[in-house]
T-cell receptor, first 115, second 111 residues
């Protein structure tokens, strides 16, 4: 299995631009998570989907952030408009079962820099 | 916001030494997890703990779910260079069913 696939691996954009991060979970996994990692705030859970439905989006910072999961094999995290404080590494993870405590398999991350 | 505090924040040890780190919370947690993150990669699950007092091993790693349910400990015996990385605790809070990652402990092993 290829594991969780994220694209792009690196993204550099200017403030105000729209950014779309993509994730392909492991085939057969039913839960998908988006995280943000920064030096200041560590790893933060942004949103959790189960069977393509958002279960917990309490970690989404503000309305500029949105996430979708149109099918079991694809999810996007969109930031519009982007701001310099959004610069971080964004991880996608998937797991087989519902809930947070089943083994989550993380992708390699997308390093986002907003100038 | 962040509820899990890890200590120490960083460690520099000689190869072969044992390592101990802990994770504490101000509130009760129902599940504790320990992850390791290598540079440039995502975290990888090492050990999961599901009840107070539980002691679980994974090779040279041993983790314990604290009796008070407000802390957890990770020990690494006979450290080797590939143990280098950042170790994160994570947990499911007993109130509100929220999931959090800890602040991380950075481990450097000197050959």
């Amino acid at each position: 299995d290829a594991g969780v696939i994220q694209s792009p691996r690196h993204e550099v954009t200017e403030m105000g631009q729209e950014v779309t991060l993509r994730c392909k979970p492991i085939s057969g996994h039913n839960s998908l998570f988006w995280y943000r990692q920064t030096m200041m705030r560590g790893l933060e859970l942004l949103i959790y989907f189960n069977n393509n439905v958002p279960i917990d989006d309490s970690g989404m910072p503000e309305d500029r952030f949105s996430a979708k999961m149109p099918n079991a094999s694809f999810s996007t995290l969109k930031i519009q408009p982007s701001e310099p404080r959004d610069s971080a590494v964004y991880f996608c993870a998937s797991s087989f079962s519902r809930g947070y405590t089943d083994t989550q398999y993380f992708g390699p991350g997308t390093r986002l820099t907003v100038l | 916001g962040q509820q899990l505090n890890q200590s120490p924040q960083s460690m520099f040890i000689q190869e072969g030494e044992d390592v101990s780190m802990n994770c504490t919370s101000s509130s009760i947690f129902n599940t504790w997890l320990w992850y390791k993150q290598d540079p440039g990669e995502g975290p990888v699950l090492l050990i999961a703990l599901y009840k107070a007092g539980e002691l679980t091993s994974n090779g040279r790693l041993t983790a314990q779910f604290g009796i008070t349910r407000k802390d957890s400990f990770l020990n690494i015996s006979a450290s080797i260079p590939s143990d280098v990385g950042i170790y994160f605790c994570a947990g499911l809070s007993g109130t509100g069913n929220q999931f959090y990652f800890g602040t991380g402990t950075s481990l450097t092993v000197i050959p």
